[in-house]
T-cell receptor, first 112, second 115 residues
Framework: KQEVTQIPAALSVPEGENLVLNCSFT??????LQWFRQDPGKGLTSLLL?????REQTSGRLNASLDKSSGRSTLYIAASQPGDSATYLC???????????FGKGTTLSVSS | EAGVAQSPRYKIIEKRQSVAFWCNPI?????LYWYQQILGQGPKLLIQ????????DSQLPKDRFSAERLKGVDSTLKIQPAKLEDSAVYLC?????????????FGPGTRLLVL
């Protein structure tokens, strides 16, 4: 059974710092991996989707990497800003492709 | 393009009462999902529809939860009777079709508190 784990559960950094969020999964037979952002009281917004054949994806200040063999993904945020404060979740599809399996998320707080 | 709409945004009920949530997906999206997100956890799929047919409801507590998607557009999720442990955010999502590569778009969620 696929399990997704995210560490740390919470992170506080001053504005301008570069930071890394970690995601691990137990079954390496994944088709892709997604990183989402969730703001309080709001739904989830997809940030990056990495295909199983890719090593990384970039969008602006965000860079996500994927190492299937070790069951790990990282989300790198460059030059963090207070507006980056949110909960970040990673997710992989289940074997049937009917659902996403999510980690518990990392809650990020960036102070000005 | 309008996003996924959900209502109500908040609901407070007492245990053993019933409650219903409504979702309107993005126009043209054939696949609709309901997720339950308990505080401090990631979302967990309750049910997936493809048009108006159920694809996966293996994690739906069918003794108290029910869902329908009439005409393949809007969907309602009902809980009857509610239990304390049903307190959670209920997220609706939609995608163009099924498949591993399809991006799911999420609504703002309905926050349910059962007292």
């Amino acid at each position: 059974k696929q399990e997704v784990t995210q560490i740390p559960a919470a992170l506080s950094v001053p504005e301008g710092e570069n930071l890394v969020l970690n995601c691990s999964f137990t079954d390496s037979a994944i088709y892709n991996l997604q990183w989402f952002r969730q703001d309080p009281g709001k739904g989830l917004t997809s940030l990056l989707l990495i295909q199983s054949s890719q090593r990384e994806q970039t969008s602006g200040r965000l860079n996500a990497s994927l190492d299937k063999s070790s069951g790990r993904s990282t989300l790198y945020i460059a030059a963090s800003q207070p507006g980056d404060s949110a909960t970040y979740l990673c997710a992989v599809p289940n074997q049937a492709g009917t659902a996403l399996i999510f980690g518990k998320g990392t809650t990020l707080s960036v102070s000005s | 393009e309008a996003g996924v709409a959900q209502s109500p945004r908040y609901k407070i009920i007492e245990k053993r009462q019933s409650v219903a949530f409504w979702c309107n997906p993005i126009s043209g999206h054939a696949t609709l999902y309901w997720y339950q997100q308990i505080l401090g956890q990631g979302p967990k799929l309750l049910i997936q529809f493809q048009n108006n047919g159920v694809v996966d409801d293996s994690q739906l507590p069918k003794d108290r939860f029910s869902a329908e998607r009439l005409k393949g557009v809007d969907s309602t999720l009902k809980i009857q009777p509610a239990k304390l442990e049903d307190s959670a955010v209920y997220l609706c999502a939609s995608s163009l079709s099924r498949g591993f590569q399809e991006t799911q778009y999420f609504g703002p969620g309905t926050r349910l508190l059962v007292l």
